[in-house]
């Protein structure tokens, strides 16, 4: 599954981004059972989960995003959205959008976001 990432930018802490995922050559028989999931990775750092939403819709956050960030998906569109709010400049990464089913998985080619303070 091909996918591509955007919606990243320079914002102030406290604004909001909303970042969008798209498997835009994926039919709707491919992409609905995937699990889908947003993914960070600062400088210097490891790629971390930040939120995933699974092929039933269970949704699963990581501490540090919890309350601020809210992942949604819409099947007949193949995306994935991942809504940020209260932004803070430790959220400053390149956001990564991922796709598993069993044992594949896709990556997005990442999208930058940077919190100036």
């Known amino acids: 599954v091909q996918l591509q990432a955007s919606g990243g930018g320079l914002v102030q802490a406290g604004g909001s981004l909303r970042l969008r995922c798209a498997a835009s050559?994926?039919?709707?028989?491919?992409?609905?059972?995937?699990?889908m999931g947003w993914y960070r990775q600062a400088p210097g750092k490891q790629r971390e989960l930040d939120a995933l939403?699974?092929?039933?819709?269970?949704?699963n956050y990581a501490d540090s995003v919890k309350g601020r960030f809210t992942i949604s998906r819409d099947n007949s569109r193949k995306t994935v959205t991942l809504q940020m709010n209260n932004l803070k400049p430790d959220d400053t990464a390149t956001y990564y959008c991922?796709?598993?089913?069993?044992?594949?998985?896709?990556w997005g080619q990442g999208t930058l976001v940077t919190v100036s303070s």
């Open positions: 991922n796709s598993k089913r069993g044992l594949t998985e896709s």
């Open positions: 939403i699974t092929a039933s819709g269970v949704i």
């Open positions: 050559r994926a039919i709707l028989s491919v992409f609905s059972p995937l699990d």
